[in-house]
């Protein structure tokens, strides 16, 4: 059933996809996507062959489908070095492991859109992501005209980073995409001129206050030393007075 009726109280679960959602995930992908796919990617889905994946379902459905898919998300690993955007990851070559995850799919059944399905599987992608080490960043293609998901991932702090023309060809037609992209695990762009020349004029600030402060303690301590000099010169000239002092009483108490 591509199409099921909500629960009164649907409680939504979500889990790994298996061999056995096989039919429903094709019937939905067919549904939902005006992009047909080859039988092997959803063999490849339900079976792990490179490709993980998560399901959503509704537990409280009361047709005795409550193990049905209603969303799933699909996604597959791949090497940073060898993405489309491996310019916008500031990548270092000697880090050749460096990896990214790439969200090939998403979709939820119309009657169940409202209940934050596809954002919680989104987070599912992000949380493995993050779980791996290597991994820099979550990205994906949005057809431009899907103003629903676009606005979806803008909402979980996606950043769209680039159009690309006539990215998808649909039934004759070629229509542009948006790349929308999330760091994880410390990843970042590359620094842009602006970035570059905020952080010189930051560092030639830094850099004018230490010496500034460099000639402020040497002031100061010039400043010290000469109040010492001053100080010693008096004390020095007024010892000879006090001995002559002294000397001249003790002469006087002798005669």
Known sequence: ???????????????????????????IHGRLFPI??????????VNGRDIVSWGAVDSNRSDGRSDELIGFVTARIVLA????????????????????????TLG?????????????????????????PTCRAVYLHV?????????????????CVRRLQGFYLINGQHYDSFLFLYYVNGGRSPCSPL????AIVS?????????????CRNGSRKISRRAKC????????ATPNKRNVAVECSGYECV
Request: overall charge positive; some cysteine; charged content about 25%.
């Open 195 to 198: 970035e570059i020349l905020t």
């Open 230 to 237: 001053k100080e010693s010169h008096s004390l020095v000239s």
């Open 81 to 104: 070095k060898e993405s489309e955007i491996v310019d916008m990851l500031g990548y270092d070559s000697a880090k050749s492991d460096q990896t990214l995850v790439y969200v090939l």
């Open 108 to 132: 939820v059944v119309e009657a169940y859109r409202s209940f934050g399905i596809a954002s919680s599987l989104i987070r599912e992608v992000i949380k493995y992501a993050s779980s791996i």
């Open 1 to 27: 059933m591509v199409n099921p009726k909500v629960s009164s109280q649907p409680k939504i679960c979500y889990r790994p996809i298996r061999p056995s959602d096989l039919d429903i995930l094709e019937h």
């Open 203 to 215: 560092f030639m600030r830094s850099g004018f206050k230490s010496v500034a402060a460099r000639l």
């Open 143 to 159: 057809i431009s005209y899907n103003n629903p998901a676009i606005n979806l991932y803008k909402k979980m702090s996606f950043k």
């Open 36 to 45: 047909r796919y080859e039988s092997t990617f959803f063999h490849d889905v």
